[in-house]
């Protein structure tokens, strides 16, 4: 069974828009990891927020960690056309991944 | 290039033979994972390594597949008798291990179709 869930499934934007995507998870974690995959290619890792923190910067990317409510989200700032990817959250460490959230930013 | 490489990176094969696939992780890294993935997923855990023990393997990975990783430096990934629902991609990640921390490194993975 997946630990993570991505939501939404897919989500079409403008250039220039903000993207959010949220992750949901069922057990305790100690981290979790963003990834994004580009069509038919490997995984680029994006951000790893541990258990004790509740918000990572990096570049235009923001993510957020709620223990309690077992649950994360990534927010992609200013968004660009090379932003378009899938997107997965996976927790600790034998990933486990959603199904990812399809991002498509339109030029 | 000091990432994660993968080979092949395609292999088409029939139903019933036998394929393997090699995984060079980053150097230093002392953590080696194989997962699945299949178009519209997200890549399932398969197996993973600290060194050359293997530590860990999920119930998708049935007796007719095998990994190993013998100087724990790379690793093989044998399927044998293939089956058309084995057709995925394969992918290989790679980490240092430190704490908690377990950062994955993945490679561009091998796309295996059986026909």
């Known amino acids: 069974s997946q630990q993570g869930e991505e939501d939404p499934q897919a989500l079409s934007i403008q250039e220039g828009e903000n993207a959010t995507m949220n992750c949901s998870y069922k057990?305790?974690?100690?981290?979790l990891q963003w990834y994004r995959q580009n069509s038919g290619r490997g995984l680029v890792h994006l951000i790893l927020?541990?258990?004790?923190?509740r918000e990572k910067h990096s570049g235009r990317l923001r993510v957020t960690l709620d223990t309690s409510k077992k649950s994360s989200s990534l927010l992609i700032t200013a968004s660009r056309a090379a932003d378009t990817a899938s997107y997965f959250c996976?927790?600790?460490?034998?990933?486990?991944f959603g199904q990812g959230t399809i991002l498509t930013v339109h030029p | 290039d000091t990432g994660v490489s993968q080979d092949p990176r395609h292999k088409i094969t029939k139903r019933g033979q036998n394929v393997t696939f090699r995984c060079d992780p980053i150097?230093?890294?002392?953590?080696l994972y194989w997962y699945r993935q299949t178009l519209g997923q997200g890549p399932e855990f398969l197996t993973y390594?600290?060194?050359?023990?293997?530590?860990?393997k999920s119930r998708l990975l049935s007796d007719r597949f095998s990994a190993e990783r013998p100087k724990g430096s790379f690793s093989t990934l044998e399927i044998q008798r293939t089956e058309q629902g084995d057709s995925a991609m394969y992918l290989c990640?790679?980490?240092?291990?430190?704490?908690?921390?377990?950062?994955?490194?993945f490679g561009p993975g091998t796309r295996l179709t059986v026909l």
């Open positions: 990640a790679s980490s240092l291990l430190r704490g908690t921390y377990n950062e994955q490194f």
């Open positions: 927020i541990r258990s004790n923190e």
């Open positions: 996976a927790t600790d460490i034998k990933l486990t």
């Open positions: 390594f600290q060194n050359e023990a293997q530590l860990e």
């Open positions: 057990t305790s974690i100690n981290n």
């Open positions: 150097s230093e890294h002392n953590r």
